[in-house]
């Protein structure tokens, strides 16, 4: 009885103890490479629109602006590169609306515009100071 037991158990040990990995390393449910695609898409997202925060709050009339409002835009620079998710979205729609205003190199800031930098300045204060 030993000798069937030890004839049966020992090849069914092994063909668990492999069959098992092989069949994992074969099922993914997502493809590695397109959850790497899609993470790569959302790295590229927000660092552009960080570089849209950062080009707005480097035009002279914001800087001005900002001056005359007693805000740190150096600081707001800084705090922008760490916004992220639902933050990061809205100061970069409120910095690409500053930056489709002031597009050409426009001299005249209109309400609309001010009241849009003034959005921009505020989100990013908020979020620094909720931090």
Request: glycine share 4%; proline share 3%; aromatic share 2%.
């Amino acid at each position: 009885m030993q000798i069937v037991r030890r004839l049966f158990v020992g090849p069914l040990v092994l063909l668990l103890t492999f069959s098992a990995p092989l069949h994992a390393q074969r099922s993914h449910i997502i493809d590695p490479a397109r959850i790497a695609a899609e993470v790569s898409q959302h790295v590229a997202q927000m660092e552009e629109s960080r570089a849209a925060i950062r080009d707005a709050l480097a035009r002279p009339e914001v800087r001005d602006f900002a001056a005359r409002a007693g805000i740190d835009t150096n600081r707001l620079a800084m705090s922008a590169q760490a916004l992220d998710g639902a933050d990061l979205d809205r100061a970069a729609d409120a910095a690409r609306q500053v930056n489709a205003a002031l597009v050409g190199g426009a001299n005249n800031i209109t309400i609309s515009t001010t009241t849009i930098i003034i959005i921009l300045l505020l989100v990013i204060l908020i979020v620094v100071a909720a931090k």
